[in-house]
C-alpha cells in the first residue's frame, strides 16, 4: 500500500520557522509528484507547494513563494517543505499528496495523502 507519513509540525511565534517532513513507501518514489497541501478549521483545503521527483522541479500556487521552499532527498524517499517567517494565516493542518502526474491543486485530483501534521503559529 501507498504511505504517506507527514512529520515536523509544531507551534512557533510569528517570523519562525518550521521544517516539514513526507516520508513516501510503497511506491516507486521517483517520477511522481508529491505535494503539500494545507487546512484550517472551516477553510478549504489548498496547495502551498509541489515538487515533481523525478527531476525536482518545484511548483508554487504563487502566496507562499519566497516564504516556503519545497525540496527532496530521494536516498530518502522524502520530500521537505521549509517554512520561513511563518505567519499566524500559515496556521493549519499540513497535508502531504502524491500521484503519477502534477494535477492541480485541489485536493479531489489526488489519490494518495498523509494525515497531517499540525503548525500553530502565535502572533
Known amino acids: 500500500q501507498v504511505q504517506l507519513v507527514e512529520s515536523g509540525g509544531g507551534s512557533v511565534q510569528a517570523g519562525g520557522s518550521l521544517r516539514l517532513s513526507c516520508v513516501a513507501s510503497?511506491?516507486?518514489?521517483?517520477?511522481?509528484?508529491v505535494l503539500w497541501f494545507r487546512q484550517a478549521p472551516g477553510k478549504e483545503r489548498e496547495g502551498v507547494a509541489g515538487?515533481?521527483?523525478?527531476?525536482?522541479?518545484?511548483y508554487y500556487p504563487g502566496s507562499v513563494k519566497g516564504r516556503f521552499t519545497i525540496s527532496q532527498d530521494n536516498a530518502k524517499n522524502t520530500v521537505y517543505l521549509q517554512m520561513n517567517n511563518l505567519k499566524p494565516e500559515d496556521t493549519a493542518m499540513y497535508y502531504c499528496?502524491?500521484?503519477?502526474?502534477?494535477?492541480?491543486?485541489?485536493?479531489?485530483?489526488?489519490?494518495?495523502w498523509g494525515q497531517g501534521t499540525q503548525v500553530t503559529v502565535s502572533s
Open positions: 499528496a502524491a500521484d503519477h502526474l502534477f494535477r492541480g491543486w485541489t485536493r479531489a485530483a489526488y489519490k494518495y
Open positions: 515538487i515533481y521527483t523525478g527531476g525536482g522541479t518545484p
Open positions: 510503497g511506491f516507486t518514489y521517483r517520477d511522481n509528484a
